[in-house]
């Protein structure tokens, strides 16, 4: 639609009122369609075309119309109208796939792809729009409209369709004049990719920008950026309050919080299996998971902590462990285990096969966990 | 993507409309759906079910390849050797045996004549070509390499999947063809492992392998049920894509019963060894996998060994480690001579009394080709010992 030559248009127009097709051609007729911004549609005098091809009234009409949108080829007011309508858009794609699911019928994720589809056509026009100044550009748009997106594409689980988006946005020069609102849903959902993408850094920032900015009225939302910016801090070292998660009603992270900080395994895996079908649901179980390295991290620096040598028995690890009710683990696992956590920088030091030991630097053998990694 | 090949429905979607006399066509076309939507209406299709009704195609074919299609190869010369009478192999036009000739794979071209019913298998005869190509192709000793044989199952499937597509095929027939394709193109991913790129591709095979696991288990989430052999094929999904989020996510959110059953249960805990960086583990917990099971993580033991490998490297490295190869080789799954192998591809020194030197800085990067998994698949191939190809891809071993 956004290609098509006037006399196609004009055709298009022609056949619908021949045929009687009145929805189709109120949308030919609509500022809301895609057709407004062709250019080839905008005409100086679209008059003596008009007639041509159409009959009278039809012919006045149309040109009225031609005439009208065309004022909008260097102005932005419509982008609310399309804010509107995109809105609209994805909530009834969303209750059509429940319907469709409800009847068994359809492929999941069929109706929300098609919106997307609808979608990313309005993107790339706002995107494209080089024509007008920085006050009148449709490149405004564009924060809406991913956010929109980054919504759709993280329920039918195609993350990877976020990337054009995001450099997108990232190269343009409006990134950070935003309504804040916006800026806030954006950084939101490039955090939760950075998460998954295992980019912890990247998504502690971004995830915390959202927390910080996000108004303190909007509870729900803010309670939703710390369901992952809960994780990700604590892979980092930095263990939440009770205080807070209390404050936004998230205590199935406090046993969590407690089993990490503690080196407790065993009440670590009773948190994560209690709790098990809200992680999963949220997404955040398997990075829940990536915390059990922490807490192995944490329980062997309290064997070191209690012997007060640098040179440790492989055993007292084992003895540890066993203690934790980890099940079926021997000395070559403990030896892999510490073997990671060397590896990854969590100890400083290295394994004496012949001796059974870990052998431990004498200086600060446990680095910090925020400076790991 | 939307799998079925539907026409779109409005030209608003299309970026570049069709000129003229196209175009009127395309909209006398709306209008007809139009006339026959009202109908589909009036018959009680209600609410939100006001379904577009779209003519599926309908399929006769009762053989295994049409009959114009076996004629016109024959005409040709185009017939597989798999397909041509015995005994008539070496004439100029060998003669096609329409017990063994099988609808070859062809590429949808625009202009192409929508599927002739004469030309679409019926969904009993796709799963009679599906065993066929299994029991008599696959499964049976032949003089000709066994990339041959991969090369025309491989083909001959991807029509079968083509006809399903055309007829929208769904339930409990899909399940059935879908489910040994998968066990096929799994055991190939293990048996062609180390074959010549020319002659064998495994991104090729990964790529169609993606696509008919994810339909597969479409079927299984939107189908009516029951499927006895869900369980075995969430495992050897996990197995296969060991390592992605996606494919690790779609499992914990199976119902928890599916999530319970041994197979899924061990997939789970071999899963979360792998993303703990755990390979001592993960390859103790691999013995307990069954062949097609370790014949589907077979392309991640090479990551796995040399995981291992790299962490021991920096956990043992001093100037005094003497780490047993024994005791290496056991924990690789590896025969100490082939531990030695793989240590000497990654710059692992060891010395004359068979220990093992680690060192941080000696790791490396094997030069390119050094590796070949091959050379140390012991583990899975010595759980094939005893079983039928057959078998195996039937799903009754």
Known sequence: MAHITINQYLQQINEAIENHEGSFCAELLSFKHPHVANPRLQLASPEEKCQQ????????????????????????????????????????????????????????????????????????????????????????????????????????????????????????????????????????????????????????????????????????????????????????????????????????????????????????????????????????????????????????????????????????????????????????????????????????????????????????????????? | MNRWTTARITQTQSSSAPSGGQRTQRNKERCRSNTQKKEVEEEGGQGFGKERKETVPRASCQTMCPAQELRERESQNRLHHFEVVPGTEAFRKPSGDPLRAVKEYSRPAAGKDAAKPSDLRLPDVLLRTVCYLIDEIVGSPSPHPWTEVYSFVFDRLRSVKQDMIIQRLSGKDCVAILERTVRFHIYASYRLCGEPLRIYDPRINDTHLQEYLSWLFDCYKTGAGPYPNQEEFQALGLLYNLGSSAATQHVLELPVRLRQTPSVKLALAISQAFLAGNPVRLLRLAQKLDFLQACALHRHLVTCRRHLLLIYSHGFSSRNCRFPLDRLARLSSLEAPLAAGLCRAYGVEVNQHNQVVFSKSAFAEPAQGRLECKLYHGIVSEKERGLAVKSIIHGCS
């Open chain 1, 53 to 373: 091809i159409l009959e009278p009234p039809y012919d006045e009409m149309v040109a009225a119309h031609l005439r009208a949108f065309q004022s909008h080829k260097e102005e932005n007011w419509a982008l609310h109208i399309m804010f509107a309508v995109t809105l609209d858009l994805r909530i009834f794609a969303n209750n059509a796939e429940q319907q469709l699911q409800k009847k068994g019928k359809g492929q999941p994720g069929e109706m929300l792809e098609k919106a997307a589809e609808q979608l990313m056509s309005c993107f790339r026009v706002c995107a494209s729009d080089n024509r007008a100044g920085v006050d009148d550009s449709k490149k405004w748009g564009m924060m809406f409209l991913s956010n929109q997106l980054f919504k759709i594409y993280f329920k039918i689980n195609k993350l990877h369709l976020c990337k054009p988006l995001i450099r997108a946005i990232d190269s343009s020069n409006l990134k950070n004049d935003y309504s804040p609102a916006q800026k806030v849903t954006y950084k939101y959902y490039v955090g939760r990719k950075a998460m998954f993408d295992s980019d912890f850094k990247t998504a502690e920032e971004l995830l915390s920008y959202a927390f910080d900015h996000c108004h303190r009225s909007c509870q729900k939302n803010k309670r939703m950026i710390l369901i992952y910016l809960l994780p990700v801090k604590m892979l980092l070292g930095h263990m939440p309050t009770h205080l807070l998660l209390r404050k936004y009603d998230l205590t199935q992270f406090a046993d969590v919080t407690k089993a990490v900080s503690e080196g407790n395994l065993l009440l670590l895996n009773e948190a994560l299996s209690k709790h098990e079908t809200f992680f999963i649901r949220c997404g955040i179980f398997l990075i829940l998971e990536k915390l059990k390295i922490i807490t192995y991290r944490n329980l062997f620096k309290k064997v070191y902590l209690l012997l007060k040598t640098h040179q440790l028995p492989l055993d007292a690890f084992l003895v540890a462990l066993r203690m934790m009710q980890v099940e079926d683990v021997d000395i070559d696992e403990v030896q892999c285990l510490l073997a990671n956590l060397i590896y990854m920088g969590h100890i400083k030091g290295y394994i004496s096969h012949q001796h059974q030991k870990l052998v431990v630097s004498k200086q600060n053998p446990f680095p910090p966990l925020s400076s790991v990694s």
